[in-house]
T-cell receptor
């Protein structure tokens, strides 16, 4: 399977703490994207990082990309209860998205 | 902007019947639409890619005669699950990219299919 792996599979933290999720993939990529999915809902695009970028920020989100290790990380700072959701990385191999296995994040108030 | 809708949001049907799911781009022209399937607590798996006016490209292991995809206009794609069986019960999600919209796929809210 070409599907990427994410870890941890599940993460529980308190509000205000930071949450870090990691993604590893197998093939060469054009870009890597992170999505959020609330239970039973569609996906919300969070951030896209291109293969020639190493780090990107968007609000409380920080994404890193290491193409030599074929890995990426998503950091959510100062988490809120509303951040509770599943987070997926997705690699873009020339127009097709291949999703990782996902991390279920629970933020307790 | 870049809103994608799906209809219906959920459907329950009897085994052996066919179900049609619509995916619409509301405020942009979608040159390419994608259909994904997601089983409970699992990730999204790409089923097929469709470009307006041409036949869909199916991923390995997806039966094209069972999952019929039509992309007749730049704002509408349909997925028909033919002769549905309980193992087809899943969450079906579509996404769309716009011409000139870069690499971002915009996702619909999903359709929950339950086959009894």
């Amino acid at each position: 399977s070409q599907q990427g792996e994410e870890d941890p599979q599940a993460l529980s933290i308190q509000e205000g703490e930071n949450a870090t999720m990691n993604c590893s993939y197998k093939t060469s990529i054009n870009n890597l994207q992170w999505y959020r999915q609330n239970s039973g809902r569609g996906l919300v695009h969070l951030i896209l990082i291109r293969s020639n970028e190493r780090e990107k920020h968007s609000g409380r989100l920080r994404v890193t990309l290491d193409t030599s290790k074929k890995s990426s990380s998503l950091l959510i700072t100062a988490s809120r209860a509303a951040d509770t959701a599943s987070y997926f990385c997705a690699t873009d191999g020339w127009g097709k998205l291949i999703f990782g296995t996902g991390t279920r994040l629970q933020v307790f108030p | 902007g870049a809103v994608v809708s799906q209809h219906p949001s959920w459907v329950i049907c009897k085994s052996g019947t066919s179900v049609k799911i619509e995916c619409r781009s509301l405020d942009f022209q979608a040159t390419t639409m994608f259909w994904y399937r997601q089983f409970p607590k699992q990730s999204l798996m790409l089923m097929a890619t469709s470009n307006e006016g041409s036949k869909a490209t199916y991923e390995q292991g997806v039966e094209k005669d069972k999952f019929l995809i039509n992309h007749a206009s730049l704002t509408l794609s349909t997925l028909t699950v033919t002769s549905a069986h309980p193992e087809d019960s899943s969450f079906y999600i579509c996404s769309a990219t716009s011409s000139g919209g870069g690499d971002t796929q915009y996702f619909g809210p999903g359709t929950r299919l339950t086959v009894l």
